[in-house]
């Protein structure tokens, strides 16, 4: 059961972060620090080894650096980065694969409805969705990250225990 409210916990900060990206085009720190922090307990509770808790920490450190270099080059924010990484904390390499698949699939299909939306100039009166349509800004990938995170879930290793 407390297994169960862990996954339960990590399920409502990825759609914390999809909405307030969606919202505001960033991603609250606490949401990738609280990702990250729930791991370990999470691990412990679904009895992984220290090995595997080391793969996955690597996989997590590992992630970072490389999407913190994509950030630098200006490929994608910096929300965007922490949070692949802390995801990448609990995919570990048996879910890391899907989780990009996923993740990218989604991403283009929120870019393609973007620019099929963006297009057809509507009008809004809401502020974040004129923002949201305006060509001026970038997307929500948050909203992708997300998505490939629960698609990929039943082959992440402290998920799957729970199944």
Same mark, same amino acid.
């Given at each position: 059961?407390?297994?169960?409210?862990?996954?339960?916990?990590?399920?409502?900060?990825?759609?914390?972060?999809?909405?307030?990206?969606?919202?505001?085009?960033?991603?609250?720190?606490?949401?990738?620090?609280?990702?990250?922090?729930?791991?370990?307990?999470?691990?412990?509770?679904?009895?992984?080894?220290?090995?595997?808790?080391?793969?996955? @920490?690597?996989?997590?450190?590992?992630?970072?650096?490389?999407?913190?270099?994509?950030?630098?080059?200006?490929?994608?924010?910096?929300?965007?980065?922490?949070?692949?990484?802390?995801?990448?904390?609990?995919?570990?390499?048996?879910?890391?694969?899907?989780?990009?698949?996923?993740?990218?699939?989604?991403?283009?299909?929120?870019?393609?409805?973007?620019?099929?939306?963006?297009?057809?100039?509507?009008?809004?009166?809401?502020?974040?969705?004129?923002?949201? @349509?305006?060509?001026?800004?970038?997307?929500?990938?948050?909203?992708?990250?997300?998505?490939?995170?629960?698609?990929?879930?039943?082959?992440?290793?402290?998920?799957?225990?729970?199944?």
């Amino acid at each position: 059961m407390l297994l169960v409210s862990m996954i339960t916990a990590f399920s409502a900060l990825l759609l914390w972060a999809a909405f307030s990206d969606l919202a505001t085009m960033q991603i609250p720190n606490r949401i990738s620090i609280l990702i990250a922090a729930l791991f370990l307990p999470a691990a412990a509770v679904a009895g992984l080894g220290p090995a595997a808790v080391g793969v996955h @920490l690597a996989f997590g450190a590992g992630a970072l650096i490389i999407c913190a270099g994509l950030f630098y080059l200006g490929v994608f924010g910096g929300g965007d980065a922490k949070l692949i990484a802390a995801i990448a904390l609990w995919t570990g390499p048996t879910a890391i694969a899907p989780f990009l698949f996923w993740t990218a699939l989604a991403g283009g299909v929120l870019a393609g409805t973007l620019i099929v939306l963006r297009r057809m100039k509507l009008a809004t009166q809401q502020a974040w969705s004129t923002r949201l @349509l305006s060509s001026q800004e970038g997307a929500p990938y948050a909203v992708a990250i997300s998505a490939g995170a629960f698609i990929a879930a039943p082959a992440i290793p402290v998920i799957a225990a729970a199944l």
